[in-house]
């Protein structure tokens, strides 16, 4: 394969800090979150101490002033061994991120140094029961009451929603407005009112806890708006292609770890008096994994390159993500065929990825939306 050239030596630095603290306080303890469905804030502490939360939150509010290359590292470590139970990359790359770019300054002095440091946990609300990816017919609602806002609704499928300190809240303050009354409010976790239900029980991803919420006229004060009012449907989709790339990555990562894991088992596993890895047929599928792993390698880094320039646009970032998932999906299955009965067993990490991957072409836009995003640069409307 070829060189990876996107980091620099300061990166290389920080992975095997990265490498170390994943062997050490969460490969040991992974299977437990996975039983208990939620992983414990002391690791989140712990996290923070060790400086791998919110990598690009700049000096002057706590965090290390890194860059997204620094998150990606993170991402890539914890795929490697498939750790999928702390929501990391939610928390420190997409909703501080948020507040990075849009929050006031009083709001970044208040929570950016405790998302830094793993005493609040970030989660964002916008998921609802009767939709997903059409953010701009959300029911939950948020009305002006003088220097409040009142909140009515119900949010699904939140990731660290039982964990999380702070919830930004996708919300309707115009609700005859469409996507244009779409605005962003921080909620704190002890207000009136605001409740969660049950920790949800996936067929994956065990040891992340996903929450319902319920908002039953929950006040919190204007000075909670995140950005303007009504701009909290440009705000997320500003987001989005670092969301999807941040997806591809960690896809690419996994099913590499994954081929890696099978090379071991079909060379220590005999079958008719020799290794599995003798066969040919074991031999042509590996390489026909090696091949499409390495394709999409040196895609993925390409489009890492583009969005560290500005440059990557949201086609471009949907192909990734579409390409990264449909191909880990592939990966995995393929995978646990070589593994034979024992890529079925919980204890091996082939079966976990099976379980964990198939939520990664619906998670961050669905491949139908990737698909459709995608075809409206190849169809635009002046042709239709």
Not at 154 to 173: D, E, M, P, R
Not at 285 to 291: F, G, N, P, S, Y
Not at 296 to 308: K, S
Request: hydrophobic share 40%; glycine share 10%; proline share 3%.
């Amino acid at each position: 394969m070829f060189d990876r050239t996107i980091f620099s030596e300061e990166h290389e630095i920080f992975r095997k800090t990265v490498a170390r603290f994943v062997e050490e306080e969460m490969v040991p303890y992974h299977e437990q979150w996975e039983e208990d469905g939620i992983v414990p804030q002391s690791l989140w502490l712990k996290a923070g101490e060790a400086g791998l939360l919110c990598l690009t939150v700049p000096e002057a509010y706590g965090g290390p002033g890194g860059d997204r290359l620094h998150a990606i590292v993170v991402i890539e470590e914890m795929a490697k061994k498939n750790i999928t139970g702390p929501g990391f990359y939610l928390h420190s790359d997409i909703v501080a991120s948020y507040l990075i770019n849009y929050g006031t300054e009083e709001q970044k002095k208040k929570w950016l140094p405790k998302c830094v440091s793993g005493e609040v946990i970030l989660s964002v609300g916008m998921t609802e029961p009767g939709g997903g990816s059409d953010l701009a017919n959300i029911k939950t609602t948020a009305i002006r009451d003088g220097d409040e806002y009142v909140i009515n609704g119900q949010k699904t499928f939140i990731s660290n929603g039982h964990n999380a300190g702070l919830t930004v809240l996708a919300v309707k303050t115009d609700p005859s407005l469409g996507a244009k009354g779409v605005s962003l409010i921080l909620v704190e976790n002890d207000r009136p009112g605001f409740t969660k239900g049950r920790n949800l029980k996936k067929v994956g991803m065990k040891a992340q806890d996903t929450a319902e919420l319920f908002f039953d006229n929950v006040r919190v004060p204007a000075s909670n708006v995140l950005g303007e009012e009504g701009k909290g449907f440009i705000i997320l989709m500003k987001q989005l292609e670092w969301e999807r790339m941040i997806i591809a990555a960690h896809c690419t990562a996994t099913a590499e770890a994954a081929l890696e894991w099978t090379i071991d088992y079909a060379n220590q596993r005999m079958v008719f008096g020799k290794p599995v890895s003798d066969f040919q047929n074991t031999r042509f599928k590996l390489a026909e994994v090696k091949t499409s792993l390495t394709v999409g390698r040196i895609f993925v880094d390409r489009c890492l390159d583009a969005l560290m320039k500005g440059e990557l646009d949201n086609a471009t970032a949907s192909m990734a993500k579409l390409w990264g998932s449909e191909l880990l999906g592939k990966v995995v299955d393929e995978c646990v065929q070589l593994h034979g009965g024992y890529g079925f067993m919980w204890e091996y990490p082939i079966a976990r990825a099976y379980a964990d991957a198939r939520v990664r072409r619906i998670a961050g836009g669905s491949s139908e939306v990737m698909k459709t995003i995608i075809s409206r640069t190849m169809f635009p409307k002046e042709s239709r």
